[in-house]
């Protein structure tokens, strides 16, 4: 009974370079959600996907994208990463709206 | 845009002294408001949705209530197990995403 699953859990980079975020959820979901978590500031939406096949901006989508793979999963991609973008990732999962499903989340430092 | 504010940002209690966390919103029309546990290094744990004005869901020595402008989460004779930080959204009609709050961090001594 997995739920929502993220790769890597741990992760370092240095300034410039790429990385990819991975996501799936095994509880047949329409809705998936990529959220940062930061001291102080709460969980920010990043992006999300309403449905397969369409992915919308949250409140802070820039510096990443998403790939709404299948039905399954939705990847987070980091195209030249900067030390801002050091926080905890975390993907989330819900049934068209309502409450979200959250995975345990991905640590992300930029150096 | 959708604003959510928790208040206190922390809060220690003595276990058995009971208390109440505070979510204050705005929203163009509420959808679902949803409470949160989350443990360090974690992922937030589901625990409640309120949709209306006047509506209340307990669990265990939780309860939450909603009023129009705010919801509170009342921790009623808390033990330390209960020391988490919790945290506030808001959904608007018609939208899939949640709005949260900064949360509060709750400790609960022995």
């Known amino acids: 009974n997995a739920g929502v699953t993220q790769t890597p859990k741990f992760q370092v980079l240095k300034t410039g370079q790429s990385m990819t975020l991975q996501c799936a959820q095994d509880?047949?979901?329409?809705?998936m959600y990529w959220y940062r978590q930061d001291p102080g500031m709460g969980l920010r939406l990043i992006y999300y996907?309403?449905?397969?096949?369409?992915?919308d901006k949250g409140e802070v989508p820039n510096g990443y994208n998403v790939s709404r793979l299948n039905k399954r999963e939705f990847s987070l991609r980091l195209e030249s990463a900067a030390p801002s973008q050091t926080s905890v990732y975390f993907c989330?999962?819900?049934?068209?709206?309502?409450?979200?499903?959250f995975g345990e989340g991905s640590r992300l430092t930029v150096l | 845009e959708d604003q959510v504010t928790q208040s206190p940002e922390a809060l220690r209690l003595q276990e058995g002294e009971s208390s109440s966390l505070n979510c204050s919103y705005t929203v163009s029309g509420l959808r679902g408001l949803f409470w949160y546990r989350q443990d360090p290094g974690k992922g937030p744990e589901f625990l409640f949705t309120l949709y209306s004005a006047g509506e209340e869901k307990e669990k265990e020595r939780l309860k939450a209530t909603l009023t129009k402008k705010e919801s509170f989460l009342h921790i009623t004779a808390p033990k330390p197990e209960d020391s988490a930080t919790y945290l506030c959204a808001v959904q608007a009609v018609g939208d899939y995403k949640l709005s949260f709050g900064a949360g509060t961090t709750v400790t609960v001594r022995a």
């Open positions: 996907s309403a449905s397969e096949g369409t992915t």
């Open positions: 989330a999962s819900s049934e068209a709206g309502g409450e979200l499903f």
């Open positions: 509880m047949n979901h329409n809705s």
